[in-house]
DNA sequence: TGTACATCAGTGAACGCGCGTTCACTGATGTAC
DNA sequence: TGTACATCAGTGAACGCGCGTTCACTGATGTAC
């Protein structure tokens, strides 16, 4: 892919970024994007096919993002429990600090052109961590990690709702890992 | 509230329900439930002050109807691990049995008036089996409580993907009940 | 170096469409006397 | 039993609005010769 990065494009997503803190997803307009990109109507299609395309490039932002965060932060140590919870850590952080989480966690999975998009953005994630759960002796490694992604998604929203970290329910959270 | 049960009204939250296993829910438009109800486009406004207040009625109906099934199944007994697997069995046997699950699992949570509906209905839920939970001697029950929510709502969706009960992934679930 | 042409991001007015909502009206049913 | 009135679910044409998208155009930059 490579991403030209176009300036111009990078800022119309990063005018999404912001709003979708603001605004639900659903009803994240053209027009809104474009005046807070500081461009005109025409330039949005430009860069970006419809507004599907773009909210898609969006999602897909937000994600890459998050999982540099994660892969910097456990890369290079073994698959097994602390790789899982630095990880889990990485993720959990980086959503505190990222822009619309709520709108890529919460909403981007019910829209239309996005749903097939944050799927496979959690399978992906899913198979990342499998490793982890299999070294735990897990016996169903794979399915044991896609529930570990959604609660760690949950996690997220809860803290995001809170608006800081909350010990508990990450405690809570690597207390799964106890049983796999 | 007692829901003076009005048929039409009726006929329109079945309407909603049956179109939500087909269109995304925020593209669920007030014309498609008219027709779906077959009734007159100002009839729907004789029932509900608007479209948010209808989207909520029709999440708390799917609510209402997947916690009686619950409870029918998990009522008697006593917190603790039993009840709950009861409980989850019974709720995800509802969701493959109910219409519009991917709508209220998926998309509601994103939805402008709904959101915080979803929040309060999840909510709900996690202090339900909090007692569970803390039969089961765990550290944060509530926390985990909120954590079993999700997952099981995550196998919710992705049996719904499959179009049938996928028995590693509740595997997984339940092994979850070993840990806390 | 200068001229002619091609490319392409950017512009913004204009468009059509479908949406949620309104409202004056109808007709059946209930109530008063 | 009959008449007059009130109530209220239901009707559907009409409305205005905001949306996503288009398109003819501009102007700067790159390329050919």
């Given at each position: 892919m490579a991403h030209s990065e176009?300036?111009?494009r990078h800022a119309l997503l990063d005018a999404g970024l912001g709003l979708a803190e603001r605004v639900a997803l659903s009803a994240l307009s053209v027009d809104e994007i474009v005046r807070g990109a500081g461009v005109?109507?025409?330039?949005?299609?430009v860069h970006f096919k419809d507004r599907a395309d773009y909210l898609v490039?969006?999602?897909?932002q937000f994600h890459d993002e998050i999982r540099l965060a994660i892969q910097a932060e456990s890369d290079e140590l073994p698959p097994g429990r602390e790789r899982?919870?630095?990880a889990a850590a990485a993720y959990l952080d980086a959503c505190l600090r990222a822009r619309g989480v709520k709108a890529m966690l919460a909403?981007?999975?019910?829209?239309?052109?996005?749903?097939?998009?944050?799927?496979?953005?959690n399978d992906r994630f899913a198979h990342d961590i499998e490793p982890d759960l299999r070294a735990l002796g897990s016996a169903h490694p794979l399915e044991a990690a896609r529930l570990f992604v959604a609660m760690t998604a949950e996690v997220a929203?809860?803290?995001?709702?809170?608006?800081?970290?909350?010990?508990?329910?990450?405690?809570?959270?690597?207390?799964?890992?106890?049983?796999v």
């Open positions: 176009h300036p111009t005109a109507k025409g330039t949005f299609y490039a969006l999602h897909r899982l919870e630095r909403q981007a999975r019910g829209l239309p052109g996005i749903g097939h998009e944050v799927a496979a953005a929203l809860l803290e995001l709702d809170a608006g800081e970290s909350l010990t508990p329910l990450r405690a809570a959270l690597i207390d799964y890992l106890a049983a």
